[in-house]
């Protein structure tokens, strides 16, 4: 039998009304836990990700400490992006356990936070080396960035709007981003660009459709 206390977070209120985000987080959870384990508490923080001062984390911290129990959470992305938060948490002995990688010891935790952590500073150089070129070329970013962003958005709205039912099943029956995107491409559900599916393509849809 494990003790588990849960930690769920959503990034806004939208999300956290709807209860689509916590929905898919609470699925995992449901998957994860065995018949014999326990649930002692669990905590639902609606906050930034990029916010460390969370209210209901560090309650859910002082709970683990006191009871021995381990921190269970749904996401890695879900608790934090940053490789300096999550090392200090397992550094106050703090045994964290997620869903999506059952099985991975805290070296590759912290490994996966890097990895992750990597992955967004190089698109984000990329997209101001991008945006530099374009400037150079003398494109009016305010006003063509702007406009392009809006049509982007409103397709994207557009299709989990249609889709949100299928798209929505397979991802509270997925894993991780890397298994929705699978699935999508097995079942030969395209994009709205009629493209396959990536992790980071699930995650925009995802979170257009309030489910993170």
Known sequence: MVEYVVYYRVSTERQGRSGLGLDAQRAMVNRFIQPTDTI????????????????????????????????LIPKLDRFSRKVSFISGI???????????????????????????????????????????????????????????AKVRKQQKYDFVET???AFKQI??????AS????RLNDANVKTPKATKW?????????????LI
Request: glycine share 4%; hydrophobic share 40%; with cysteine.
């Open 40 to 71: 002692t508490a669990e905590f639902t923080e609606i906050e930034s990700g990029k916010n460390d001062k969370r209210l209901e984390l560090w309650k859910a911290i002082s709970l683990v400490k006191k009871t021995k129990a381990k921190l």
């Open 90 to 148: 397992i550094d106050q002995g703090i045994e964290l356990v997620v869903c999506e990688y059952p099985n991975v010891s805290t070296f590759f935790l912290h490994l996966l936070a890097c990895f992750a952590e990597e992955e967004r500073r190089q698109i984000s150089e990329r997209t101001r080396a991008a945006l530099a070129e374009a400037k150079k070329r003398g494109t009016v970013l305010g006003v063509n960035a702007k406009a392009l």
């Open 163 to 165: 889709n949100l039912t």
């Open 171 to 176: 991802w509270d029956q997925s894993p991780s």
């Open 179 to 182: 298994e929705t995107a699978r």
């Open 198 to 210: 990536y992790p980071a393509t699930v995650l925009s849809f995802a979170t257009a459709a309030g």
